[in-house]
Each structure stands twice: as C-alpha cells, then as structure tokens.
C-alpha cells in the first residue's frame, strides 16, 4: 500500500516561508513519473500549485512561480514545497499526488492517483 503523508503546514504572516515536505512509504519516488503540489482552499476547487518529472523537470502555476519552488531527494523518499513570500490567497488545504504514468497536464489532479491526505496552510494579513 501506498502512502503519501504531508507535513509542514501552518500559520504564517504574509510575506513569510513555509517549507511543505511530502514523504512516500511503499514504493521510491524513483518508481513515480511524476509529482505534485496541489491545493484546494474552501469552495473552491482544487488546483495544481507546482509538479516535478522523473528527469527533474518542473511545471508551475503563474500564481506562484518565483515564489515557490518544488523538489524532491529520492533517496529519502521525500518530496519538498518551499514557500516564500506567502500571501493570504495561498491560504488552502495543500496536497501531494503521484503518478506512475506519463501525464500531458502535469498541474491537472486528474492526472495523478495517488494522493495525501494534505496540510493546512494559513496566511494571515
């Protein structure tokens, strides 16, 4: 069984960092295609925030590109969501997915099937 379990989230002034980490017990990153950061904030749906490749490459959303950078130590397994400069619109519930297939939209959550169980982040003005 698959298990992918977020950690990091919490509350910070705008303007300041959060560091998210994604940690996969089952099976290696190295076995995935892809990964991503998605986050859903309330009555709204869930969108992709930023995804990685196998060859390393990455994929962001406008909204948060400068700001956020995505990245992952397959050797631990773990996959890292640095956060800077937040604003209270990055307020959301954040989520990690994975995909063993190539994806054609890797900000889509269609495309990943693999899932956590996500982290809060709250940005106060």
């Known amino acids: 069984l698959v298990q992918l379990v977020e950690s990091g989230g919490g509350t910070v002034q705008a303007g300041g960092s959060l560091r998210l980490s994604c940690t996969a017990s089952?099976?290696?990153?190295?076995?995935?295609?892809?990964m991503g950061w998605f986050r859903q904030a309330p009555g709204k749906e869930r969108e992709g925030v930023a995804a990685?490749?196998?060859?390393?490459?990455?994929s962001y959303a406008d909204s948060v590109k400068g700001r956020f950078t995505i990245s992952k130590d397959n050797a631990k397994n773990i996959l890292y969501l640095q956060m800077n400069s937040l604003q209270p619109e990055d307020t959301a519930v954040y989520y990690c997915?994975?995909?063993?297939?190539?994806?054609?939209?890797?900000?889509?959550?269609?495309?990943?099937?693999?899932w956590g169980q996500g982290t809060q982040v709250t940005v106060s003005s």
């Open positions: 089952g099976y290696t990153y190295g076995y995935y295609h892809s």
């Open positions: 990685i490749d196998s060859d390393g490459s990455t």
């Open positions: 997915a994975a995909e063993d297939l190539p994806v054609v939209a890797a900000l889509a959550p269609y495309e990943y099937n693999c």
